[in-house]
Every structure is written in structure tokens, then in C-alpha cells.
């Protein structure tokens, strides 16, 4: 992989308003999360658009890390909190749905 690819999936469970990457999380904790093929395809899609454009994804992840501001999700229209950085994925979907 490149240097920015979990920076990415970073920036991709930001962008979507979960609290982290599902997979990376599944890996933290020696868990396969099950829809990580689709993740990963956003993923290196997102990379590969990014390198096409000449974005720094590991900049842009650094930048957005050091924001003190609350940040609204475009999906799902809530706030980022400390709670929402806490929960699990698991619950994040049971609160979805």
C-alpha cells in the first residue's frame, strides 16, 4: 500500500460520520468487519482520484485531525462528539437504525 492509505480510511469514515474505519477498527481488535472489501475499494478509489488531482491525502488528514472545531457529517447531518469517537461500530449501526 501507499503512505496515505490509512490516513484515507480515515478521512473516508470522517466524510461518512462514523467515529473510525470499521476495518482498521476490525484489525485493532483481530476482527474481520465484513463489508471491508467496499471499504477498501473507496478507499483506493479515493487514492487513486486524489493522485490524479494532486491531492496529499496525508496532509489533508493531518489537517483535519487538528481542526478544534465540532464537525457535522454530510451523510447523516450529526455532530462528531466525544461520545460518537467512543462508540463501536457496532453501535453506530444499531443507533443508525
Do not use: C
Amino acid at each position: 500500500m501507499s503512505r496515505d492509505h490509512e490516513a484515507t480510511h480515515h478521512l473516508l469514515a470522517t466524510w461518512l460520520g462514523l467515529p473510525h474505519s470499521p476495518t482498521l477498527y476490525g484489525v485493532a481488535a483481530k476482527q474481520t468487519y465484513p463489508d471491508w472489501m467496499l471499504e477498501e475499494a473507496a478507499v483506493l478509489a479515493i487514492q487513486a482520484f486524489a493522485r490524479a488531482n494532486g491531492v496529499d491525502l496525508t496532509t489533508l488528514a493531518i489537517r483535519m485531525a487538528t481542526r478544534r472545531q465540532r464537525h457535522r457529517s454530510a451523510i447523516t447531518g450529526r455532530f462528531i462528539s466525544k461520545a460518537d469517537a467512543e462508540a463501536s461500530p457496532e453501535t453506530m449501526v444499531k443507533e443508525a437504525g
